[in-house]
Structure formats: C-alpha cells, structure tokens
C-alpha cells in the first residue's frame, strides 16, 4: 500500500514479486541473469545485480541515463548519487525535484550575485523595519520561519504582503497587495519606477555595485502607478506606499516562495524582485537581504552538486580548473558540458532520447505537473530503478524498487536549510526489514559496477566533499554540533563569516566588490494558459498548514485540521455557479478534468480559484496544471491555470 | 565590520549566592547564576525562553535588604546582591506552596515534584481530601492532543506560547476569574473548534502534563511509557525547508515524542503540527 513502509525481506510484498518478476522477465528474454534466480537468496545482491547487469551503465555513457536525487536525503546521498551519475553513469543528467520549485531562485540569484542562496539569516529578520513577503503564504508553508518574521512585526518592523490571495501571511501585514495572478513583473517594475522617480534610488550603491541601470531605467519607464494598477489589480496608491516604505527603510527584507517561482518566467520573475534589492541597496548588509524560503532542504542550487551544471560546493562544470580537481579526486572524466535538467529529461523520454532512470527518494509521476504525461513517460522509459522508503506511484511503475532508509530519522549526516545552515541529522530509528541506507545501496552498486568506494560512514562522506568544496572546507562534524549548524560559506575551520552574503558590494576596494551585479531586464509575459469565456476562472495552486507535498509524508498523522481536497471559491463565484460548501463539482481545463468538492474562502477574489496538491488519490490536482516551463530553470507554471466550474447532474450528487 | 553579530556588550555581574562569590552576565536571572554555581532552585513555571510569569512561587529565595521572599525566576541578579537559598523562612514557603498545589492538583506527570516534596518535608494530606480539585475527565477531542485539567496549575505558560511571545494563534487563554480561573479556548468549546493549529507549542511548555501528547498519554495509560529505556536523538525535520530542529524521544524503536531544543538558532523550541506530528510515516510498517 502507498504510504507503507515496505522492506524486500519480507514475504509477499510487491518489491520481492517485482523482483522475481524481472529477473524471470530477463532470463526469458535470453539475457543472462549475473547472479542464481534463487528467490531464497541475500534479495539485496538479487537486486542490485539485476541493476548492475541491466545495461542501465551502458546506455549512460550514450548519455541515455539520467538520475533523480532527492533534496530531501542528506547533503551526503546527494553527494554520492551525484558521483555515481557522474562517475558510474558517465552523465551530467542529474536533478532533482527542487525543478519544480524553488529553480527560478537559483537560476535568478546565480545571475545576480553569482551564488543561488538567499542572502540573509532568520534571526535578521527579527531586526529589520521593512518585510515584504511576496507570492508567500509562510504562515502555513514556513511556520518557524513566520515567528521570526512575527518577532521583527512586534518589534516593530511594517510587513507588507503581495499575493493573490488574503491568505494568513497577509493578515499580518500592513497592507495587503492582492495581485492578479502572474502579474508580478509589472507590479516590481512599477515599484522601481516609482523608486526612481520618488528619487529614493539609493545612487551611490548603483553606482558601486551595479550593472546596467540606465536600461533598467528606461524599461521601467512605461510602468506608471495608473498602467500597473490595471494589470496588476492593485490600488496605485498602494504600490504607491510599498515603493517608499521598501525605499526609504533603513533595512528591509524581501522574502519570496513558490507564487514567484512556479511560472512559466519564474526566473524573470526573481529577477525582477532582486532589481529592487539592487536599487535601494537592501543587499549585502545584516537584515538588508533578499530571503526565498525553499520547500525542502538542500535546494540552493547545486550544493552537493545534484544539478546538472554544478559540481558540488556550487563549482561550474564548464570551469577547466574546477573539472581538473573533481577528476583527480574522483579518478575519471567528467563531462565537460552540462547535463539535462529534470524537465528536459522528460522531454528526452518524449523523444526517446533518454532510456533510463535511477530515481531516489522523488515521486515524479505525481509532482510533475501534467502528470499524466509524466507516467507516460516514465512508463515508457527501457529501465526505471527507484529508490524510497515508499512504494509510491512513481515506484509502482519502476523495473526495480530499492528500499531505502528516511534520510532525517534513519541515518547520520546533514542537511542545509533555507537560511545556508548546515545541520545534523542523526539517526534514531532502526530501519525495517532489510531497508538500506541509500550510501550503502549506491556505493554497493557503483562496486558492482567496478568502482570501489569505500566510505566507514557519512563522516567519510562529508569529508571527502569538504576537501573539494570550499565553501564546506570550514564545516566539520565536531564543529556543526558545537555551532549548532553553520551557515556556507565556510572556508575556514578557524571563524565564521558574516550571517548575511554579499557584503562584498559595499566594498571601496573594486577588487574586493567582484563581479558587480547587473540589473536583470526581464519583460512582462502573461500567463500561458489565458483564461477566456470557455475557461474562465484562474486557478492557483498552494499548500495547506498541516499537509506535504503530495502526502506521502504528511498523510501518515490524524491532523485534526486536514479535510481533504477541495477547489476553493470565493463566495461570489459560489453563487454564481449555484455550489454550496461540499458540493462536487467537475473541474476542467484544457489538459483535463477532476470532480472535486468545493470549499468557499472570503480570501479569495472572483474569478480565482485555489487548490493544492496535497492528496493525489482524492483528487489529481495537476491534471489541470500546464507544463508550460520557465525556458532558465524548467519550472512549470503550477501556479496558473485556466479552469471552468461545472454543476454535476443531479443523479451524481445524491448517489 | 564584525563578522558574527556581537549584540550589547555584557558587563558581569557580581554577587554571592549563600554567601559564596558569583559572577554573572549583566541580565541574568537568579536561578541561572544558581544552576551556574551548581545550586538547585526549585521551580515549575519558570520562563525557560519565555517571559517569566511568577505563578507558581515555589522558586523564592530570600534577597538582602526585600521585605519579602523574591520569585528568583524573574529577578535578575544586580551587582552587590546577597541572595540566600536556603533560608528557614524560604524553605517554609517552598513547603507551603508545594502542599498547596499537590493537594489541590494531580502533580503525578510533574518532573521532579516528588523529589521536592520529600526534601521539604510538605505533606499535602494534611489539608483532607476536600482539597482537591481533581474532578474532571481528561479532555480528549482530537487525535493529537489531551487536555487534562486536573493537572493544570494555572501557571499561563500555555497562554503565552500560544500568545505573542511564540505562536501568536492565541487560540488559548485564561477564562474566568478567581477560583474559577482556568486556561479555555474561546467558548470553551472543542479544541478542533478553536483557533488552535495544534502546533503543540503549548504542551512543549507545560510543566505538569496537564496538555500532553496523545501518544503519551496513549501509553501512559497503557503503562507502558517508560521515560527511563527512551533516548533522545537530535536531527532536522524533513519537510519544508527552513531546518527545524527536532528531538526524537525514542522508546522500543518507536517515535514516542517529538520535541525541539530551546536553544536552536532556527526554532527556538518552537514546531508547527508537521514537524510535531508528522513523524508517523517513518513507522508505518504494515
């Protein structure tokens, strides 16, 4: 069942049937099964020996092969599923699912400022007079980090929140933008417009540490106060008030989650927000910075070097001298160009051009968005191996599933949180039945595969990547326990750097300020899926307090605030449609159709409808979503659909 | 420019505790500079990281040059101080408070209280059994908290942690007034009718178990919570991604609680319900 652990040891379980199932499928096929099909048998050298005879190493150096690592294992998994993609497999094709999240946020800060990690701590918010919290329910997505956001209002900071919806978050602010979806652009450009002209730009930080102002300038000049409140929706005087409160702040903060990033342009999207940053100089100092809140753990671009044009510690593949390092210290070749990021993977399924998958640890065949296409791509994929502690959907589709351990309970190692604070993780629980760690099940098949690593624990792990990142170097085990977790970078094991990145900006000395950081010139596109008479309601998406994802992990508590799945209206458009509360309705859009009931949120404007994606098997959310990408960083447009809302007949109602 | 914010710069302080020299951080309280000198205060509502709230007064000590006993918990040590202990007078009250509240109030689940007892020589029986107000069942509306009033000793720190100082649901707060006093959610209604977001925040700060985790109370009925054979280990919670920390209070392989450490960076004690209670899918072996 989904949402049970499952453990090859035991009997009648769907792993050791699959398994049996591929090995009796293999030596009928004529191929040569490497080790005795002897049910009875150590099942681990059974699977792991299908694996490694499977032509799955093969086909990689074609780069026919590509691997999903999970941002939600340790940073050491990551770090050793990257080494067997790219030592084992001989590929780049290496991702995982931050794709669909929080890329845009990697892609746009890496533009700026040449790193994808947000540039301040949470205890600085505590201490700045000016928050924007922007396309961010963090009340329900990021709890903790809300109470600090919470202590910086009661200390008397202004919060001022831009989302479509009146959600928690905006309760607390001070004023409330409630844009239209995915009109973010114009209402930033409009901001800076009107920095500009207020003549609050901060000049001399322009000046020192920025490129390309006068074109922004003249990009932004068209968005007047009046133009931005027709396409945004919001009063100009409100845009208005937040440009000079963000302007005039002596600190400010500029938080950002998933309603910038899940578009079609999220990283022009980002990109748009930095400006702002970049023209007021709320950059690079303590509680001046730029804050965008991950999903999960390990997501800020390349850590460990699961991503397909990173190397771990952050390092670029095309950079010579970085490959130099990596292939003296992993003795082999790596591929001097970038690999395929998770979206183009699929694709590549599409075309045929990618033929297998080691996944670990993701469930891409209820994430993605347009997800029946997905399972119909993974399902035509020659060889799919995964990795979980779940026989979730997209297992049930693999040719092998790998039991493996929870990576925040069942094993020792680290992880890294959206502040860049490297923590531990330690293991509590034994894992059950023959469950492996996912270092023991990677390292064991890149043996069987010829490459011997021995590795006596995470420790090795971590200190075989400290010697090649720089920016871990400073973080040993002893020192993460004493510091509590510490923030990258860390270069030394001597001190600590500043909590806040970027300060180099603010240097006098141009040698020491770098690379300066350009404005981004990103124009407004609008949604992809347009809404119109045939679809005319706009669709959002988001999350819940109490549920995860896809509830795989969230499904397993009895929250007593959990009530299933619903499209949410406002109560205009519930009496427009004629719906009550509980009521189904069928829900389409030009990708497809779900029958959900509806819930009625004041919180909600006419014309937009909410749902999250929290419970797949109810009601499967993202057949209505686009795969419309964002062309940088591959993220899909979860954020806006274009749906109708359509009565049952009756005989379907009572039933 | 520095590079680890410094804050205020702490002058120490200097005072003596039971006549012997002690020197503390400018801002410290009483107890802390005891604990540091190695000196047990007793307490059950001391503020930890919230603000103290002097309810329950087992923690008085006598200071130099005051009228009265002074709540150590929330008198912070001042330069030239004499802070004594273990007066006659101080020990009487710790006794007289002590009797007072375990006759009138179910202290079973409360850490360390019979440790006290005994060393104060307090004999709750003495007040009849007409003392006690231990007359309600253990409220159990939901699936991941117990409200067991007779435990409650009225020290509000539920109050606050739901309040502004952590949570800010202020889904709890104290109804009544006098001996009617008692900690309600609005109406006094179900808690899955109330602001509550079930956090469980407040249980993180009750000093008494009168809120309790289902799970604990569960196998506390059972008999078979065992505080004795469970292990504590630290690690990060692995939903959203801001890196809270979590203590997993093992017993038999099994999560039994979850807490966060008070001192963290990121969470200061505090979790919201996922990171509190979404654990179980770990566990799901069938």
New interface residues.
């Given amino acids: 069942m989904e949402g049970t652990r499952f453990s090859v040891g035991e009997p009648d379980r769907g792993v050791s049937r699959r398994c049996i199932a591929f090995s009796e499928a293999m030596t009928a096929g004529g191929l040569k099964c490497p080790v005795e099909p002897d049910i009875r048998g150590d099942i681990w050298i059974k699977l792991l020996g299908n694996i490694s005879f499977n032509p799955i190493s093969a086909l990689a150096r074609a780069t026919m092969a590509g691997m999903f690592s999970c941002a939600r294992a340790t940073n050491e998994m990551n770090y050793v599923a990257q080494k067997f993609a790219r030592v084992v497999m001989g590929t780049n094709n290496v991702d995982s699912c931050n794709r669909t999240c929080h890329a845009p946020s990697v892609a746009g800060l890496s533009a700026a400022f040449g790193s994808g990690g947000g540039t301040s701590s949470y205890e600085e918010i505590e201490h700045t007079d000016v928050i924007v919290m922007w396309g961010s329910n963090a009340r329900f997505a990021h709890p903790i980090f809300f109470q600090h956001v919470l202590k910086g209002i009661h200390n008397g900071a202004r919060m001022y929140a831009v989302d479509p919806r009146r959600t928690s978050t905006a309760e607390w602010a001070e004023r409330w933008l409630g844009l239209n979806v995915g009109t973010d652009i114009p209402m930033a450009h409009a901001i800076g417009r009107e920095i500009i002209h207020a003549g609050l730009a901060n000049e001399a930080f322009i000046e020192r540490a920025t490129t390309g102002f006068e074109e922004y300038k003249a990009l932004v000049e068209p968005w007047t106060l009046s133009l931005a409140e027709k396409v945004t929706g919001v009063p100009a005087a409100a845009i208005r008030q937040l440009a000079h409160a963000y302007a005039r702040a002596e600190r400010a903060q500029l938080c950002w989650t998933l309603g910038i990033t899940e578009h079609h342009n999220g990283t022009d999207n980002v990109r748009a927000l930095i400006n702002l940053s970049l023209l007021t100089g709320h950059v690079g100092r303590c509680a001046s910075g730029l804050q965008p809140l991950r999903g999960q753990n390990n997501v800020q671009g390349g850590d460990m070097g699961a991503i397909p044009n990173r190397l771990p510690g952050f390092q670029d593949i095309l950079d010579p001298d970085t490959r130099l390092k990596f292939e003296s210290a992993w003795d082999t070749v790596v591929q001097p160009h970038y690999g395929l990021n998770l979206t183009e993977m699929f694709e590549a399924m599409e075309e045929g051009s990618l033929r297998a998958v080691y996944c670990i640890g993701e469930n891409p065949a209820q994430s993605e968005a347009d997800s029946e296409q997905a399972v119909r791509r993974l399902s035509a994929l020659a060889f799919l191996v995964v990795q979980d502690i779940f026989l979730t959907k997209t297992a049930q589709l693999a040719d092998i599933v790998l039991p493996a351990t929870a990576g925040w309970a069942e094993t020792d190692g680290t992880t890294t949180d959206s502040e860049r604070r490297v923590q531990r993780v330690r293991r509590a629980i034994t894992p059950p039945g023959e469950a492996r760690e996912d270092i023991d099940i990677i390292c064991d098949l890149a043996g069987r595969l010829g490459h011997e690593w021995k590795y006596a624990d995470a420790e090795a792990v971590w200190n075989e990547l400290r010697s090649v990142s720089p920016d871990h170097y400073g973080m040993t085990y002893e020192r993460l326990e004493q510091h509590q977790g510490i923030q990258w970078p860390c270069p030394s094991t001597e001190r600590l750097e500043p909590t806040y990145l970027h300060g180099r900006l603010w240097s006098p000395n141009p040698a020491e300020r770098g690379r300066l950081a350009p404005f981004g010139l990103v124009q407004h596109d609008p949604p992809v899926d347009l809404t119109d008479e045939e679809y005319p309601i706009r669709l959002t998406t988001g999350r819940r307090l109490d549920s995860y994802n896809t509830g795989v992990q969230s499904g397993g508590f009895a929250s007593p605030l959990r009530r299933g799945e619903y499209v949410e209206l406002c109560p205009e458009d519930a009496e427009r449609y004629g719906v009550v509360v509980g009521e189904e309705v069928r829900v389409s859009s030009r990708r497809g159709a779900v029958v959900a009931p509806v819930w009625v949120d004041p919180a909600l404007r006419p014309g937009l409808a909410f749902m999250t994606m929290h419970f797949p098997d109810e009601v499967d959310t993202n057949q209505l979503t686009i795969e419309a990408n964002c062309p940088i960083a591959g993220t899909a447009e979860f954020k806006a659909s274009a749906i109708r809302i359509e009565k049952l007949p009756v005989a379907t109602i009572v039933r | ?1 520095t ?3 410094l804050g205020v710069p702490r002058r120490l302080v200097k005072f003596t505790i039971d006549g012997q020299e002690a020197r503390v951080p400018e801002g410290s309280t009483i107890p802390d500079a005891c604990r540091a000198a190695g000196k047990d205060v007793p307490t059950l509502c001391e503020g930890d990281i919230l603000r103290p709230k002097n309810a329950c007064r087992v923690c008085v000590v006598k200071v130099e040059g005051s009228r009265t006993l002074v709540p150590a918990c929330s008198r912070k040590a001042e330069g030239g101080m004499e802070v004594r202990t273990d007066t006659e007078r101080a020990r009487h009250r710790r006794k007289i408070v002590l009797e007072l509240l375990a006759s009138s109030v179910d202290l079973s689940t409360t850490l360390r209280v019979a440790e006290w007892i005994k060393e104060y020589e307090a004999k709750p029986d003495r007040f009849g059994p007409e003392a006690a107000r231990v007359d309600e069942e253990p409220r159990i509306d ?3 908290y117990v409200r067991d009033y007779d435990k409650c000793i009225l020290c509000y720190k539920c109050v606050d942690a739901c309040g ?1 100082q ?3 649901s202020f889904a709890i707060s104290v109804a009544g007034r006098g001996f009617d006093a008692r900690i309600a959610v609005e109406h006094d209604a179900p ?2 009718d109330s602001a ?4 469980g925040n407040c249980i993180e700060v009750c000093p008494t178990g009168a809120l309790s985790f289902k799970s604990e109370f569960d196998m506390r009925a059972a008999g078979t919570w065992d505080e004795s054979a469970q ?1 504590e ?14 203590t ?1 209070h ?1 017993q038999d ?3 039994v609680k979850v807490t966060s ?1 008070h ?6 004690g ?6 509190r ?10």
């Fill in positions: 420019m590079a680890i914010p939901n699936e991941l502004n952590w949570q800010n808690l899955t509550c977001v079930y956090c292990t280990t630290t690690t990060v919670c692995a939903y959203c991604g801001v890196g809270c920390s979590l997993l093992m392989n099994e999560i450490p001192d963290s960076p990121v969470t200061h505090n979790l919201c319900i996922k990171g209670f979404g654990y179980q899918h770990v566990q799901n072996r069938d």
